[in-house]
């Protein structure tokens, strides 16, 4: 899930070993019960950094980012509320970032994966 505000996008850094901790990476997470890929998406960007969103497109469909995932469903929403509060378990911190910042995170290798700046690439 991407949230995109004045022409940024929310990026999260990783707090769990497991999961690259340190680099910046999507709000992502798990489906939980019923609730589809959207709800998901809404859920996990609140529970991580606070920001209620509203989900405006899917813009990707990464098949296997990294080991132990199946795909990765992107979508670009826009905040509709909420107050910056990440979640500490998971989430180091959680900034807005331009297309050219994220752009020169992944060439100093500050980034969980190629699929971040590739999905960015791919829309309008």
Do not use: C
Not at 9 to 23: D, S
Not at 39 to 55: D, L, N
Not at 69 to 89: D, Q, W
């Amino acid at each position: 899930m991407s949230s995109k505000e004045n022409d940024k996008f929310l990026l999260v850094q990783e707090n769990i070993p497991a999961f690259r901790a340190g680099l910046w990476n999507w709000v992502q997470g798990v489906i939980d019960g019923d609730e589809n890929e959207e709800e998901a998406g809404v859920r996990e960007a609140e529970e991580e950094t606070g920001f209620k969103v509203e989900i405006d497109r899917k813009i990707a469909t990464i098949s296997v980012p990294f080991p132990g995932t199946k795909e990765i469903h992107v979508y670009l929403g826009h905040r509709t509320g909420g107050r910056s509060r990440v979640n500490e378990g998971e989430i180091q911190d959680a900034r807005w970032f331009t297309f050219r910042q994220i752009e020169n995170m992944y060439m100093h290798k500050q980034l969980a994966g190629k699929w971040i700046i590739e999905a960015l690439r791919s829309f309008d």
